[in-house]
């Protein structure tokens, strides 16, 4: 099938997409409200591939006809943009759903709102580390149309899927889809939590009989039509994959011990167990899985270590970008905690996690849109309000003592200051590391 498309934005996803229906012999226009220097840069390259677009004002109002628009998943359809090819009944799909319509390989996707990136590429790591020539992609950063345009000698695809993603999802239909966790976030595109929680369900939406649904037990989903299988580090809770000490059992028997992985703390106890799971409902042995899991390196700004100075660790989790995650990362630090905290405004409070800081933090520095707030919340340890990220820094430097770990975990999105949170991890980074 070809016809007449229309991509609405020019970010990583919409070029992958422009590109994926030109190959197949779509005529593609780009539709962008934005006319900044990197969007023109990225227009003149998809421009030399027979690529037409159309920016600012008169993207909005543009008055052609489409057989089909790709919708970039940042683009909110309240926008006027959106609302265009909306009165003009186009079909509006994302980027994640045209993959999927061409793409003839089967489909793990993983979706949460804490863990996606990790248990994403732990199972990439695992079936390749067992022969299962797999890729990752989607929210993770590599497109899911860029690995179906060009799928090379790939027997799987591993697609991080984000809630926003899973708004524009049609007949998307992974055979094992993971739903890692839930907590509050995006409350500033989302009316409430149940809306939120609505787009992440829609991962299980044409899933059948013949397909695998890995969830967490903490969270009650609704009746699901594919074949479960649960997981939780916590205890008291009866699932397939349970945990104790630093061990993990299957519905039973011992499967690997944390231990032997570079991965530190509950947080990634579940995400271990995930993608364990997700090995396992494709036939792999857990001793082959665990021999490959324990080759993988963890990514950047998730609780990682930093360097230690004069005694004191250091830790940067700026991939914290809510309260669950920024919990998890307390609830698995064991030394006296400083904790740097805050960003911007994403629609929650941090009410709910103040029993939790005053009795795991020693001291709480705070910065971004969000600090007075938050100081407000965690008045029974009297934070400290810094007003850049170095003042912070710097005034950790001179409260810790050997045998404390300062950990920098914003529990909200880093917008208010820096480009994203890689940004935020970095300069970070960089801070930690000069200090003297």
């Known amino acids: 099938m070809s016809g007449k498309a229309a991509i609405l934005g020019v970010g990583s996803s919409g070029q992958a997409a422009a590109r994926l229906l030109r190959s197949r012999g779509w005529s593609v226009t780009i539709l962008n409200s934005l006319q900044s220097p990197a969007v023109c840069s990225r227009i003149e390259t998809l421009a030399k591939e027979d690529i037409s677009f159309i920016t600012g004002r008169a993207a909005e109002t543009d008055a052609a006809s489409y057989d089909l628009c790709v919708m970039s998943p940042g683009i909110d359809t309240a926008t006027p943009i959106v609302q265009n090819i909306l009165r003009k009944d186009i079909p509006l799909i994302g980027e994640i759903e045209l993959a999927f319509r061409e793409c003839?390989?089967?489909?793990?996707?993983?979706?949460?709102?804490?863990?996606?990136?990790?248990?994403?590429?732990?199972?990439?790591?695992?079936?390749?580390?067992?022969?299962?020539?797999?890729?990752?992609?989607?929210?993770?950063?590599?497109?899911?149309?860029?690995?179906?345009?060009?799928?090379?000698?790939?027997?799987?695809?591993?697609?991080?899927?984000?809630?926003?993603?899973?708004?524009?999802?049609?007949?998307?239909?992974?055979?094992?889809?993971?739903?890692?966790?839930?907590?509050?976030?995006?409350?500033?595109?989302?009316?409430?939590?149940?809306?939120?929680?609505?787009?992440?369900?829609?991962?299980?939406?044409?899933?059948?009989?013949?397909?695998?649904?890995?969830?967490?037990?903490?969270?009650?989903?609704p009746r699901l039509a594919a074949k479960q299988i649960t997981f939780s580090a916590y205890k008291k809770k009866n699932a397939d994959f349970t945990r104790q000490g630093t061990e993990i059992f299957f519905q039973g028997t011992a499967i690997l011990n944390q231990k032997h992985t570079r991965l530190e703390g509950i947080h990634n106890t579940e995400n271990l167990m995930a993608s364990l799971a997700a090995g396992h409902c494709l036939g792999l042995g857990f001793a082959d899985m665990a021999k490959a899991i324990s080759q993988y390196m963890p990514p950047q700004h998730r609780c990682e270590f930093v360097r230690e100075q004069k005694g004191v660790r250091w830790l940067n989790d700026s991939k914290s970008t809510n309260l669950d995650s920024l919990t998890k990362a307390i609830e698995s630090q064991t030394t006296p905690l400083i904790l740097i905290a805050g960003g911007k405004n994403k629609g929650f409070e941090f009410d709910s996690i103040a029993p939790l800081i005053s009795k795991r933090v020693k001291i709480a520095i705070l910065i971004g849109e969000m600090r007075h707030r938050i100081a407000a919340s965690w008045h029974a340890i009297s934070p400290k309000v810094s007003e850049t990220l170095e003042d912070a820094v710097n005034l950790a430097a001179s409260l810790a003592k050997s045998g404390d770990s300062v950990l920098f975990s914003p529990g909200t999105s880093s917008y208010d200051m820096f480009a994203n949170y890689e940004d935020r991890g970095n300069r970070f980074k960089k801070l930690v590391n000069s200090l003297p």
């Open 104 to 221: 003839s390989l089967p489909i793990i996707a993983v979706t949460g709102t804490n863990g996606k990136t990790t248990t994403t590429e732990l199972i990439k790591t695992l079936l390749n580390g067992c022969g299962i020539r797999a890729q990752a992609c989607g929210n993770i950063g590599l497109p899911f149309s860029e690995v179906v345009r060009h799928p090379s000698d790939l027997q799987t695809v591993v697609v991080e899927v984000s809630s926003f993603q899973l708004e524009t999802i049609r007949t998307f239909r992974p055979h094992i889809a993971l739903w890692l966790n839930l907590s509050p976030n995006h409350l500033d595109r989302y009316r409430c939590l149940e809306d939120y929680r609505n787009a992440k369900l829609r991962i299980f939406l044409n899933q059948t009989e013949e397909d695998f649904a890995i969830v967490n037990v903490r969270d009650k989903l």
